[in-house]
């Protein structure tokens, strides 16, 4: 799998997140603590709404529309 950059360190500050297009596929970059960086897919699978519009706690994605929650490091619902 290749690497593809998308932004640097300096648009995304610990704690953020925002989605980006790779290559046709919506991609969500977590910067999260500890400054480690993280990509999960960019869109929630039970109704495909958009994760960067939810909100981050910790290791915690929160989707906004049905509370459905994710784990940052694994990517798993939890």
Request: charged share 15%; glycine share 10%; aromatic share 6%.
């Given at each position: 799998?290749?690497v593809?950059?998308?932004?640097?360190?300096d648009?995304?500050?610990?704690?953020?997140?925002?989605?980006?297009d790779?290559d046709?596929?919506e991609?969500?970059?977590i910067?999260?603590e500890?400054g480690?960086?993280?990509?999960?897919?960019a869109?929630?699978?039970?109704?495909?709404?958009?994760?960067?519009?939810?909100?981050?706690?910790?290791?915690?994605?929160?989707?906004?529309?049905?509370?459905?929650?994710?784990?940052?490091?694994?990517g798993?619902?939890?």
């Open positions: 799998m290749a593809k950059r998308v932004c640097s360190l648009d995304l500050w610990e704690g953020e997140m925002a989605a980006f790779v046709g596929t991609v969500l970059l910067h999260g500890g480690v960086v993280r990509a999960v897919q869109i929630c699978p039970h109704q495909e709404i958009p994760l960067a519009e939810g909100s981050l706690q910790g290791g915690t994605l929160t989707c906004r529309a049905h509370l459905w929650q994710f784990d940052v490091v694994t798993d619902s939890i």
